[in-house]
């Protein structure tokens, strides 16, 4: 089971950068797929950005499009999310989860297809 722990959050002006890293303890972890959600105070949780086991493909939400770029590491166990020209609307607590990988199955982008949950990470931009 992957225990993922988030790390990177903090309050940043819009226009700003922040990388987000999820680092996870299970030795497989390369058999996860990974995913990036966030959650606005009185709003649904929603995917941010999500990255395939083996590193491709990857899924971006149209919101963070352009903006933010998710990468991973097996050898390190660590996936991060770099997010740049931040915007106010980005102020959320970001989460890392983890999907077990399952053969010839898309990526999953829904929160209901992620079984293991980080803490989550706060990120705040000020305007």
């Known amino acids: 089971q992957v225990q993922p722990v988030e790390s990177g959050g903090g309050l940043v002006q819009a226009g700003g950068s922040l990388r987000l890293t999820c680092t996870a303890s299970s030795a497989t972890f390369y058999m996860y797929n990974m995913g990036w959600f966030r959650q606005a105070p009185g709003k649904e949780r929603e995917v941010v950005a999500a990255i395939a086991w083996i590193g491709t493909p990857k899924y971006y939400a149209d919101s963070v499009k352009g903006r933010f770029t998710i990468s991973r590491d097996n050898a390190k166990k660590t996936i991060e999310l770099q997010m740049n020209n931040l915007q106010p609307e980005d102020t959320a607590v970001y989460y890392c989860?983890?999907?077990?990988?399952?053969?010839?199955?898309?990526?999953?982008?829904?929160?209901?297809?992620?079984?293991?949950w980080g803490q989550g990470t706060r990120v705040t931009v000020s305007s």
């Open positions: 989860a983890a999907a077990s990988h399952t053969l010839n199955s898309d990526l999953p982008t829904s929160t209901a297809s992620y079984n293991s």
